[in-house]
């Protein structure tokens, strides 16, 4: 295996139920076990503070959340985990792997809720300080499969989940108007399969992304 030239940072987006943690986690256990330096994170959370507003923006209980609100208080747990995690871990040559980053919010709150993009792009430079993934997984499913896996699941349901199928079908239009807007940047993937099938899709087309970014050891 080559060595990182530099340290590189790696996304993965979907909609509710497209089984991106789970295939975060695996895909991290895999890059682990080939050698990389690979540090594994999420939004929102990802650090102390990260954590504490992810339980304020998931708790079910809080419907009366203004959109504004809701989109400072990702940008403020996004804020945190970039100065205080991902930055740093870029710095020291590492691979960052992290479960949603700034593409959600335009998904989900400019898309899905109708803010306007502009103002959003706007925050989200102010709160990345312009940090941009270098690739983006998307994992794709239709929205009425994924909330029907969530529920089978039995897993966490949180506010955005309880959402209209309405919305949830504006989000993920959202998202393939963004891999339209930045197809260097995207890869999407069929996210219908089992969950080897897909672990097995995402190795394979980050395996072949890494090549392209290695330095030759010598």
């Known amino acids: 295996m080559g060595t990182l030239a530099r340290g590189l940072f790696i996304t993965l987006e979907g909609p509710d139920g497209s089984g991106k943690t789970t295939q975060a986690a695996l895909l991290y256990e895999w890059l682990a076990a080939e050698g990389y330096p690979v540090l594994q994170t999420r939004e929102p959370g990802g650090t102390r503070i990260g954590e504490r507003i992810r339980a304020v923006l998931h708790d079910p209980v809080h419907t009366e959340m203004a959109a504004p609100a809701e989109i400072l208080l990702y940008s403020a747990a996004r804020a945190q985990l970039v100065a205080e995690v991902i930055r740093p871990a870029l710095a020291a040559g ?7 980053y700034f593409d ?22 102010f709160a990345t300080g312009g940090l941009v993934p270098d690739v983006t997984f998307y994992l794709d499913l239709p929205p009425a499969v994924g909330l029907q896996r969530r ?11 309880q959402e209209t199928l309405a919305f949830h079908e504006r989000v993920r239009a959202g ?17 219908g399969g089992t ?14 992304w890494l090549a392209w970014h290695l330095a030759p050891s010598f």
């Open 195 to 208: 969950i080897e099938d897909v672990q097995a899709a995402l190795r394979a087309q980050l395996a072949s």
């Open 94 to 100: 590492q691979l960052v792997l992290c479960d949603r």
């Open 175 to 191: 998202y393939l108007e963004l891999l339209q807007q930045e197809p260097q940047r995207w890869v999407r993937l069929d996210a």
């Open 104 to 125: 959600s919010t335009y998904a989900y709150q400019g898309y899905g809720r109708g803010l306007p993009l502009d103002v959003l792009r706007e925050i989200t430079r």
């Open 151 to 161: 529920i089978q699941g039995g897993g966490e349901i949180n506010r955005l989940d």
